[in-house]
């Protein structure tokens, strides 16, 4: 059974974000949805919040599970007995950055290698942060989020 670990803040999850977790749910057999906990930052939601919404939207993924963490994401894919880590690529300004940190990874533990999936065309645009940007200056993420994050967002409006 091979286990694969998705970190990220996830600070909110958008859509981009669960078509890669659906298709690496459709690749392993195992997949940990791993919502890092930096508390040097704060987040746009709590770790908590970010963990129940990502539950809530996931719910049509039989062999996902959720759970977050602190320190480097590769002692905790160690911990989870993980073999993969995912990263998502949305476009070519992401794989620089993405590349560096699957060498760091690989340089600490040989064992777990790093799995890029790029995201539909549809969803490349979508970051978190643009979704903040949008929500913070009133605009409709209707479009770019899953349902139990835009109906949060909406009530703590």
């Known amino acids: ?25 459709e690749v ?6 791993a919502v890092a906990n930096n508390p040097q930052k704060k987040g746009f939601l709590s770790v908590e919040e970010r963990v129940s919404l990502i539950k809530e939207s996931i719910t049509h993924l039989d062999n996902v599970e959720v759970d977050s963490f602190e320190g480097l994401t ?9 073999k993969v880590l995912i990263r998502g690529l949305r476009a ?3 794989f620089e950055y993405e590349l560096q940190l699957s060498q760091a990874n690989s ?34 993420i209707s479009k770019f989020v899953p349902q139990p994050v835009y109906d949060f967002l909406m009530k703590r409006r």
Not at 28 to 33: A, G, L, Q, R, T
Not at 74 to 82: Q, V
């Open 74 to 82: 590769i002692e905790y894919a160690k911990k989870a007995g993980a």
């Open 28 to 33: 392993f057999d195992k997949v940990i949805i």
């Open 92 to 94: 070519v300004s992401d």
């Open 1 to 25: 059974m091979t286990t694969a670990v998705y970190p990220g803040s996830f600070d909110p999850i958008t859509k981009g974000h669960l078509h890669i977790l659906k298709v690496g749910s």
């Open 107 to 140: 340089a600490l533990c040989e064992n777990i290698r790093t799995v890029f999936l790029t995201t539909k065309p549809k969803y490349n645009f979508i970051s978190s942060s643009t979704i903040k940007e949008i929500y913070n200056n009133g605009g409709d």
